[in-house]
């Protein structure tokens, strides 16, 4: 099979956006914007030897790797729209094309996303990676440096369940990155590792709510270090509060990443309006602590400070982070 035999076969759909002028077999896609509408882009990849190996299910590598560039797009606010696809193998296998196909489409068909073009190459290592564009209107992004003094602080769905999978399967003397089907891990557990749902549109629901907004990604500290950093000023969290999953220890649900939740923040007058935005997206939505003027992050349990874990979260190039 040769290439564009390849790319009909496994990754060229009919588009029914008509903001697609043209598609996947020019050049180059042609995309018209909607009116006053920006756009907004991001991209993320997964490589063999580091995200996944040569063993990991073709399935589990596109659903994850969809599900994080749409959480990068959940963070914004924003609405993703179009993708393109690079791919690098060392052979063509067709189970492997057929079974990355067919969870790439499963996420693109769940959030309406319409795969634009891309590129195939040979290389030693298998490797992936998307762009995902995606539109919002015009200056309603949500940005990390929005947060304001005393703003409450929040954050989406439990935390810790996709740490707590990776410490499980370490315990077994598993592989987490061979992101294959596992009996040890429960339904929920193996989704959390390997399918996330991307906060879209509670992220779309918060665009005039948040003040300021980030995923978590790397450890739910690591992600607030950067929003108070960026947004100059210090947060104090009630881990009382903290939606931890069933039988995550408190440290491993602030520090281990992959929870794909947003963590966001909000004027106290807006509680009431995102007590509603979960209930009609039947999300949790947890308030979990108050911005401040610190400059650092406190964090609270029973009334007493609570101990800051050495390492915040995870950094690709230092391995765990400490932060500042
Ligand atoms: P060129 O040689 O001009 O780069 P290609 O033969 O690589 O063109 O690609 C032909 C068309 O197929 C282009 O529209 C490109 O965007 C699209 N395409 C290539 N690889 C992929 C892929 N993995 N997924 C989706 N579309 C792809
Ligand atoms: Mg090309």
Redesign the pocket.
Known sequence: MN??EL?KRY??RENKDECIKL???????VIQPPANEQLVVTTDTMVEGSHFTAQSKPYDIATKLMAVNLSDIAAMGATPKWA????TLSVIDELWLHSFSDGLFSYLDRYQVS??????TKGEQTNVAIQLIGIVPTQKELRRSGAVLNDDIYVTGEIGCAAQAVRILYENNQNPSHLHENSILSAEQKNALYAPEPRIEVGRALRDIATSAIDISDGLLHELNILCEQSLLGAALTLDQLPIAKNCEMNLALTGGDDYELLFTANKEARDTINTIAQQHNCTITRIGTMNLTTKIELFYENKLFAMPKKLGFDHFIGATDGK
């Not at 393109?84 to 791919?87: D, H, K, M, Q």
């Open positions: 290439e564009s790319i990754f060229l598609g996947i077999g020019d050049d180059a896609a393109t696809l690079t791919v795969l634009v073009g891309g590129d195939v």
